[in-house]
């Protein structure tokens, strides 16, 4: 999930004076950050500092991040014509500060390292709404009133990603997420309709080309969890909504699974997030389990929460093997 952040009063320090775009930009700094977390928190991988909206920009579409917001668009993309602003760049000359920061971690990590993207759906998202939604209304409006743009538009995204995940795994990065975090908006038939086989095509274009794990999040996807499984990914990323054995049960034993303590916990007192972290690694009993938050770690958080955490997350899995 999402490890640097806010919730560090040596990330907030950094952002008085940088933009997440400066220090993503900076290979040296964006690796200072990437690894911060992994020092403080002693977590089993480090994930690339970066943001599912950077690789937009050698996409060709401008954006900015707003502070309390996330990313936003000045015009978003309404029409077929827009989509064509849209093209597959070559991400080694676009972005060699990715390259050079890849580089640097992968000198100095003693854990693995995760790329990641955006998934098609979620980064379609902000560029057909323009930032943020709650209700995706021209999202919906797009996919049921002009599908030959839908489809013009999630192929592109699919096609951008696809370089962008194997640029990365190219540079060094030895896992792949891709964050589909507002997917769990559609129901089960305009998912398969709609998202799937655009997810399965830039897995199986992925997997082509370089041979290591994806990891596929969505939040509010406990509906979508069959069709998930059926995209070619090697982990399901789950949120608190539902409940670890349940997934288990519905995804076939080849695909792990990957969540989901609700991060709202790491702001309450402690035997309760112990007790609900233990009741999660109780639902597993085989190996192809990885621990970790249903979404990102809110800026409220101690850091101190979160060191306890995983102390005992490795403690406990330790006791019982
Ligand atoms: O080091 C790491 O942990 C990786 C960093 C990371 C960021 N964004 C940095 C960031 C990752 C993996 C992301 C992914 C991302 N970005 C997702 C998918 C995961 C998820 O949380 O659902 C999404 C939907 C975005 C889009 C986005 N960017 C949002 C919703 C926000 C938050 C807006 C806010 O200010 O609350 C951002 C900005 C952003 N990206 C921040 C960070 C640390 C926080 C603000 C900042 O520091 O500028």
């Known amino acids: ?32 950050v990437t690894i911060l977390p992994v020092d403080q ?8 500092f970066s943001d599912i909206i950077m690789p937009i920009t050698p996409m060709g579409i401008a954006f900015e991040i707003r502070d309390g917001v996330g990313p936003c668009l000045d015009t978003p993309i309404r029409e077929e014509a827009h989509v064509k602003r849209l093209s597959v ?16 971690l992968r000198n100095q990590l003693s854990v693995p390292l995760i790329g990641f993207c955006g998934a098609p759906f979620t980064l379609a998202c902000y560029l057909v709404e323009g930032g943020p939604s709650k209700h995706f209304t021209h999202v919906k409006r797009t996919i049921h009133g002009n599908p030959d743009m839908w489809n013009a538009l999630m192929e592109v995204l699919t096609a ?39 997810l399965t095509r830039l897995v199986a274009e992925v997997k082509r080309h370089v041979d290591v ?7 509010q996807t406990g509906h979508l969890l069959e069709s998930i499984a059926e995209s070619g990914c090697d982990v399901i990323g789950l ?7 349940d997934a288990r049960r519905r995804v076939p034993a080849n695909i792990a699974l990957q969540g989901n303590l609700d991060p ?30 249903g979404h990102g770690v809110t800026p409220q958080t101690p850091v101190e929460s979160l060191h306890k955490l995983t102390q005992f997350v490795h403690n406990y899995t330790k006791s019982r093997s």
């Open 1 to 32: 999930m999402r490890q640097a952040g806010r919730y560090q009063p040596e990330y907030r320090e950094i952002k008085k004076t940088r933009r997440l775009i400066d220090i993503v930009t900076d290979p040296e700094l964006c690796a200072q």
């Open 264 to 293: 709202g916990l790491l702001l309450g007192p402690w035997v309760v997030l112990e007790a609900h972290a233990k009741s999660i690694l109780d639902q597993i009993d085989a190996p192809g389990f990885i621990f970790n938050l």
């Open 160 to 198: 951008g990603m696809a370089a962008y995940l194997r640029f990365q795994a190219d540079c060094g990065a030895q896992a792949l997420q891709i964050f589909d975090s507002w997917v769990g908006t559609l129901g089960v038939v305009d998912y398969r309709s709609h998202v799937l086989p655009y």
């Open 41 to 48: 928190l002693n977590v089993d991988a480090a994930i690339l």
């Open 89 to 104: 760049p070559d991400f080694v000359a676009e972005m060699p500060y990715v390259s050079e920061t890849i580089h640097i």
């Open 239 to 245: 949120d608190w909504r539902v409940s670890i054995a």
């Open 213 to 219: 794990p994806i990891i596929y999040f969505g939040v």
